[in-house]
């Protein structure tokens, strides 16, 4: 068992600090994975086309969910001691981690007080971006994913591939195989006679969570939403194992994404309709479970990461990236995605969403990161459909603009600054390049070269137009 991957891709596979292109190469030759994600995808665009539009008001409801999380996040140091106050009256306890280790030693010493060595989860994504499940691990924990494609994840050794769909990746006769090959070192084993029916596969996951459910003590949750009048915490699932993660054991710690904030209840009604309709294309989710404080019999903790959340804050382009709610809307349309994958983009956050909020937490210091913001064709597709109106094809321009850039693409740059500034320098500059016009290559050289690949140069005229306008005045002699 200490072999099988527990954790998420904060520890995602970023062998050789590969960049992006070297990784979506690799993956476009999985011809699987392509067919799979293209099924995938297109059916969850469809459906979220068709509830989308159903409601006459989508656009105002999209204009209110981003103007609230814009407040929101204005008056964020206000919501959250708000939060804190509300959380702590109602019986729970408030935990602030500035970035993922000091998150991981607080849930750690939390379990570690219960005395339990076992956890369940409900899917999380914040969880994921610290590693808590591998720094559980290395106190002794063992953390149990119970939504089933995490599971599906979990007992495959694997990475999740979309933030709605983490199996997305996988097709039903994989998961039969890693049902029967997997599941009996975890818990329950699978039933010999296993088929690959979507149905049956269902049935033996219910099976064998629902002994963990039953077994143990402490589970941790992320959340959708937390309200900071009321303290309340909000998640929304499909399944009901996060229904009982959340009520069945004596012990329930929040990790909760400072972003995650909205004022009131009020607030949470538009966000309610954006969510569902956004992500698995669904009216309503099949369950919303929402607890404020502890309840009887069971003690709570909420603790809030920020992990460059505030850094995120402090960039007047880049913030908005902190409106999103994680639909994943962004990441079904997206071509490249559709294409790739997850794994490819190697974070927690893939897609579109990913490529401007990962860089952003994490720095441009990799060359995964650097190249992050380039994995986008800039369609615009993604700003399209997202629900809070993320401008997510700015920030790319933004965060491109941010990078490091190759010295002969800076050198450049400032070359063509030095002629671009004074319009005397310019007309000298055009006249020299007409004369020496026959010299110019077909293609440009040394690591250049590989725009004109594609491309033609376009060739230099003899004559620049200023100096033609000079000489004919305007076309008039
Ligand atoms: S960026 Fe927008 S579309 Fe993408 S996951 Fe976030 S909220 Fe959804």
Partial sequence: MSRTFLGMPGAAPRSGDEGFPERAAKALRDSQLRFNLRKATRTIRARRAGVVAELPDWAELRRAGKEIKDHTLRHLDT?????????????????????????????????????????VKVKSMATQEIGLNEALLAEGVTAYETDLAELIVQLGDDWPSHILVPAIHRNRSEI????????????????????????????????HLRERFLSTRVAISGANFAVAETGTLVVLESEGNGRMCLTLPETLITVLGIEKLVPTWRDLEVFLQL???????????????????????????????????????????????????RCSACLNVCPVYERVGGHAYGSVYPGPIGAILTPQLRGMGSELDRSLPYA????????EVCPVAIDIPSVLVELRGKGRHHLAERTGMAAAGWVLERSGRLARMQRLGGRLRKLAPGRLPGPLGGWTDTRDLPPIPEESFRDWWNRTDGGRR
Wanted: overall charge negative; some cysteine; glycine content about 10%.
């Fill in 79 to 119: 919501y959250l001691i708000q939060l804190e106050e509300a959380v702590t009256k109602a019986g729970g306890h408030v935990h602030w981690a500035a970035d993922a280790a000091e998150a991981n030693r607080i849930v750690a010493g939390i379990v570690k007080a219960t005395g339990e060595t076992e956890v």
């Fill in 176 to 207: 039969r195989e890693i049902f029967t090959r997997r599941m009996a070192g975890w818990g329950r084993p699978a039933p010999e006679d296993l088929s690959d029916d979507p149905a049956a596969l269902a049935e033996a996951a219910r099976l």
């Fill in 275 to 325: 969510l569902p309709r956004s992500s698995t294309g669904e009216r309503m989710n099949p369950y919303t479970s929402m607890w404020t404080g502890a309840t009887e019999g069971q003690e709570f903790h909420l603790v809030l990461l920020d992990n460059g959340r505030t850094g995120v804050l402090a960039d007047e382009v880049g913030r908005q990236a902190l409106r999103c709610i």
């Fill in 376 to 383: 986008s064709s800039l369609c615009g597709a993604c700003y």
